[in-house]
């Protein structure tokens, strides 16, 4: 995660550094204009851009550190434990919202585990307790 204080701007990266898709298009999500995703020519979300008051959710996120949680169906990210009000999906991912308007960015789960390489994914994911 990154966060530029001057454009009051954060970018959520999907994948670790060492991934480097070659970014082919960059999309509004339709259902909240104050973010939009990175998407790669396998058409996979590579980072989200946060604008306005949802790049908040990233400036107070920094000093935290976040790992995917490896689900038997998807990876998951949640920035803030709160219960989702509303959701949308789009290229394979479900982001998730505090508010019922989509607004209030909470996290996101990567489902389409075909097209994201999870064994990319597992590299940011906390080990699993048995």
């Known amino acids: 995660m ?3 204080q001057e454009a009051k701007m954060g970018y959520l ?3 670790p550094k060492t991934f480097t898709p070659v970014i082919e298009d960059t999309d509004e999500l339709e259902e909240n204009a104050f973010l939009s995703v990175d998407v790669d020519q ?14 908040n959710v990233i400036r107070d996120s920094l000093a935290d550190a976040f790992l995917y949680e490896e689900q038997a169906t998807c ?3 949640r920035l ?3 219960v989702p009000k509303s959701s949308c999906l789009l290229q394979g991912v479900t982001f998730y919202f ?3 308007d989509h607004t209030g960015f909470i996290g996101f789960d990567i489902l389409d585990l075909e097209r994201y390489p999870v064994e990319v994914l597992r590299t940011l994911a906390q080990p699993a307790y048995k």
């Open 98 to 100: 505090a508010e019922t």
């Open 2 to 4: 990154t966060y530029d």
């Open 80 to 82: 803030r434990n709160m």
């Open 13 to 15: 990266y999907l994948f």
């Open 75 to 77: 990876f998951s990210l």
């Open 42 to 55: 396998e058409g996979r979300i590579v980072g989200i851009e946060f604008f306005n008051e949802e790049a």
